[in-house]
């Protein structure tokens, strides 16, 4: 397993070495959430126009927590894990932000990017609330919350604010942040016009199901009305890697499948993941017409926030390694796992050790 342990001045300069990278470079990701006879179950892709990495992270109840990165704001959030959690967190580009977790309630959440949110940072104030960083906030909310009821109350009983203006290593960036439940609720938090944080509710049945980057979620529905999505020619159905066009086609094609019931999970995990990849994966070396850049699906996972199944793949090589969810509820300490070094070592299940650094 790779060291995750830097000092302070590695860290800094290879984080402000990469941010400024990262700041011109294309970005993209995609989620979709769906009913399935065997419980509510999630696929997302990381996209990025350099590749990824992937280590799966667990974290169990108690564990004394703080948010990195919020010197900005009067507060910061300091936190003792109530519910066991497994995230996925990216070193290889981002230097140790969770971008998935879900916890033993099924709750999980996602971050995407959202380029169209960084102009309005200037314009977003300290609510006061403890401040959680971009590097954690997906931790922060798996590990004390367990519906999405529970989170869309603490959100507006301004218990927790997001870091907005310390970004990810001292860079600004415009992200968004989805979660979504074992019942099928779901709540989409973008930073709008005037710094003013909105919450969009839904559920599987609704637009929700489908998450992908910029516009906002009101652009995003503008566009989706121009076309008819109960035409099942798809005539008028986009081809570009475009995120409008990731999320129009998200939306068209799980608004036209069949999860049917007699099947087994691997039949239907095996067909939400055809579902995804037609409309929302990402081949490498295109281009997306809205910015003349190229990125690709680096990563990508499915799980079920009922019978904890998670199943890895690095569309790099196309190996996939996977774990259930419940064989990691016995562990008392922090324990991680490099998923791509493993599943490229020929390994179909994950192996956890104890997690070098934190």
Same mark, same amino acid.
């Given at each position: ?119 309005? !940072? ?5 609510? @006061?609330?403890? &401040?959680?960083?971009? %590097? $954690?906030?997906?931790?922060?909310? +798996? ?33 968004? !942040? ?5 019942? @099928?609720?779901? &709540?989409?938090?973008? %930073? $709008?016009?005037?710094?003013?944080? +909105? ?160």
């Amino acid at each position: 397993m790779k060291n995750f342990k830097l000092n302070k001045f590695a860290t800094i300069f290879i984080a402000a070495t990469a941010f400024a990278t990262v700041t011109s470079t294309a970005h993209a990701c995609s989620r979709i959430t769906l009913d399935t006879p065997h419980g509510v179950s999630t696929v997302r892709s990381l996209d990025w126009g350099d590749q990824l990495g992937n280590v799966t992270q667990v974290n169990p109840v108690g564990i004394e927590r703080m948010s990195a990165e919020t010197p900005s704001y009067a507060k910061t959030m300091a936190w003792e894990t109530k519910y066991h959690s497994v995230a996925q967190r990216e070193y290889d580009v981002f230097h140790g932000v969770t971008s998935d977790a879900i916890n033993e309630k099924g709750l999980a959440a996602s971050l995407l990017y959202m380029y169209d949110s960084q102009q309005f !940072i200037k314009d977003y104030k300290d609510s @006061g609330a403890p &401040a959680v960083s971009f %590097l $954690n906030v997906i931790d922060y909310l +798996v590990e004390n919350y367990a519906s999405v009821d529970e989170v869309a109350a603490a959100f507006n009983d301004n218990a927790f604010q997001i870091a907005w203006a310390d970004g990810l290593h001292g860079t600004q960036h415009g992200l968004h !942040i989805s979660v979504q439940d074992k019942a @099928g609720n779901i &709540a989409l938090f973008q %930073l $709008n016009k005037g710094g003013k944080m +909105v919450m969009h509710r839904g559920d599987v049945k609704s637009d929700l199901r489908v998450m992908a980057n910029a516009p906002l979620q009101q652009e995003h529905r503008a566009y989706v009305e121009k076309v008819d999505l109960t035409d099942l020619a798809a005539k008028d159905i986009p081809s570009s890697i475009s995120s409008l066009d990731r999320n129009l086609r998200g939306l068209f094609n799980t608004s036209h499948i069949t999860l049917e019931e007699g099947k087994s999970w691997a039949q239907t995990r095996g067909k939400l993941l055809s579902t995804f990849n037609a409309g929302n994966l990402v081949p490498q070396d295109l281009i997306d017409p809205v910015n003349g850049e190229t990125y690709a699906s680096w990563t990508q996972f499915v799980y079920n926030h009922d019978n904890g199944d998670f199943l890895f793949t690095n569309y790099d090589t196309r190996e996939q390694i996977g774990y259930n969810f419940n064989d990691t509820l016995a562990f008392t300490e922090t324990m991680c796992a490099d998923t791509v070094k493993q599943a490229s070592e020929g390994l179909n299940t994950v192996m956890f050790s104890k997690c070098k650094s934190m």
